[in-house]
C-alpha cells in the first residue's frame, strides 16, 4: 500500500504518518528526514544538497525527486511506504509519477488533511522551543508548568520566528498556492480523499484506517 498525505503546516500530518506506520508496518518517508540522511552519508546527491542548504536555498526539485526515488528503491519499501512532504507541487507529482512507472509501483491512496486556517494558526502560533535543548511545548495543548521555562533543563522557552502569526500566514497562502493544482491532479486520478482534521489523533487516524481498511 503506497500511500501520499497531504496537508497544511500544522495539520498533524508527521503524527499521523507515524501512526499509519505502525499499524500497517510500512516505512515512513519525509523528505526532511531523507535530504538530512543523504547529506550525513555524503552520498553523490546528498553532497549536492549540502550546497544549497548551507547557503539557505532551497534544495532543487531534480534533486530532491532523486533522493525519494532513492528511498523508495530500498527494501523495506517493497510492502508500500507513505510519503509525508512530498509531492509539494504538480511538478514534484509527475516526476513521482514517472519514478513509480519505471518501478512498476502506483500511489493507491493520498489522504488530504483538511484545517482551517484560524486552527492553524491557532496551533502554530502557541508552539515554544527551548532555547537550550529544543523541548517543545505548547501554550494550550503541552504548556511549560512554570511560564516561559523549559520542564526538562529549566532553560527559557521562545517563539520561532516560523511560529509567529505573520510567518504562519505567509507559509499557509505558499501552501495554497502550490498545492491547489496538486489536489485537482489527485481528484483527476480518482486517487485522493480528504477527511477533517479536527479532533484527536485517534480520532483522525480512526478515519483514516477506515479508508485504508476499505480499500486494501
Given at each position: 500500500m503506497n500511500l501520499i498525505l497531504l496537508g497544511p503546516p500544522g495539520a498533524g500530518k508527521g503524527t499521523q504518518a507515524q501512526m499509519i506506520s505502525e499499524r500497517?508496518?510500512?516505512?515512513?518517508?519525509?523528505?526532511?528526514?531523507i535530504l538530512r540522511k543523504a547529506v550525513k552519508e555524503n552520498t553523490s546527491l546528498g553532497v549536492k544538497a549540502r550546497e544549497f542548504m548551507e547557503k539557505g536555498?532551497?534544495?532543487?526539485?531534480?534533486?530532491?525527486?532523486?533522493?525519494?526515488?532513492?528511498?523508495?528503491?530500498?527494501?523495506?519499501c517493497s510492502r508500500g511506504f507513505i510519503l509525508d512532504g512530498f509531492p509539494?507541487?504538480?511538478k514534484q507529482a509527475e516526476a513521482l509519477q514517472t519514478i513509480l512507472g519505471k518501478i512498476g509501483k502506483s500511489i493507491h491512496h493520498v489522504i488530504n488533511i483538511e484545517v482551517e486556517a484560524e486552527?492553524?494558526?491557532?496551533?502554530?502560533?502557541?508552539?515554544?522551543?527551548?532555547?537550550?535543548?529544543?523541548?517543545?511545548?505548547?501554550?494550550?495543548?503541552?504548556?511549560?508548568?512554570r511560564e516561559g521555562?523549559?520542564?526538562?533543563?529549566?532553560?527559557?522557552?521562545?517563539?520561532?520566528?516560523?511560529?509567529?502569526?505573520?510567518?504562519?500566514?505567509?507559509?499557509?497562502?505558499?501552501?495554497e498556492r502550490q498545492t491547489a493544482p496538486l489536489i485537482e491532479y489527485y481528484q483527476a486520478k480518482r486517487a485522493l480523499r480528504s477527511i477533517q482534521g479536527v479532533g484527536n489523533k485517534e480520532q483522525i487516524f480512526?478515519?483514516?484506517?477506515?479508508?485504508?481498511?476499505?480499500?486494501?
Open positions: 500497517y508496518h510500512i516505512p515512513q518517508i519525509s523528505t526532511g528526514d536555498q532551497l534544495v532543487p526539485d531534480e534533486i530532491v525527486i532523486g533522493i525519494v526515488e532513492e528511498r523508495i528503491r530500498e527494501s523495506d509539494r507541487t504538480r486552527e492553524l494558526v491557532r496551533r502554530l502560533s502557541g508552539r515554544r522551543t527551548c532555547k537550550n535543548c529544543g523541548a517543545m511545548f505548547h501554550l494550550v495543548f503541552n504548556p511549560p508548568k521555562i523549559c520542564d526538562r533543563c529549566g532553560g527559557d522557552l521562545y517563539q520561532r520566528e516560523d511560529d509567529k502569526e505573520e510567518t504562519i500566514r505567509v507559509r499557509l497562502k505558499e501552501y480512526a478515519e483514516i484506517s477506515n479508508i485504508l481498511d476499505k480499500n486494501c
